[in-house]
């Protein structure tokens, strides 16, 4: 389950969305670490109850961090690109297409919602912290790396790092 944990953590938190150029890389991960903690920890009290409530609240918070629509773009490759769209001559084809990925970006959010927030959930709040937060001498990149402690049985520590870059636009992505 350990595994689990941190793959889901990988996954979720290497999609961030795009952040202002202000918010220090580190802070953004801090941040959503902290929010999904909070909701994994109130979870323990009522989950067995009404876990949709706490799949609902797993989601308000990943969405404020997690580009799902990017995400499931990715997932579905050449099939939702831009470059694709762009290129469709027929109109109804192109707004069954955009449908297509709207529907499977939905449930593919829901999946990873329900499968993630079952991970979060068996994980049960051991320590994370941030180890090492470093900035290009440019500014236009970061890496962060995140700590990870498995207690108490033995105290194993797994990194998870995460890459910041500067976007067209100024803001950076994570």
């Known amino acids: 389950m350990r595994t689990l944990f941190y793959a889901v953590l990988l996954v979720i938190m290497s999609s961030f969305k795009t952040v202002s150029a202000n918010v220090a890389p580190e802070q953004v991960i801090t941040t959503a670490t902290d929010e999904v903690m909070v909701v994994i920890t109130e979870a323990k009290t009522y989950y067995e109850k009404d876990p949709d409530r706490y799949f609902t609240n797993i989601a308000s918070v990943l969405d404020k961090f997690v580009d799902f629509d990017d995400f499931s773009k990715a997932v579905m490759g050449g099939f ?10 027929n109109e109804a084809d192109k707004a069954r297409t955009l449908e297509q990925i709207e529907r499977f970006s939905a449930v593919f959010k829901a999946g990873l919602v329900q499968t993630y927030g079952k991970g979060f959930l068996a994980f049960g709040g051991e320590k994370v912290e941030i180890s090492d937060s470093r900035l290009s001498p ?3 990149d970061a890496q962060v790396l995140q700590l990870v402690y498995v207690l108490p049985r033995s105290p194993t520590r797994s990194g998870i790092r995460y890459a910041k870059i500067q976007t067209e636009t100024g803001n950076y992505a994570m």
């Open 80 to 89: 939702a690109s831009d470059q694709r769209l762009k290129s469709m001559k």
């Open 138 to 140: 440019d500014g236009n």
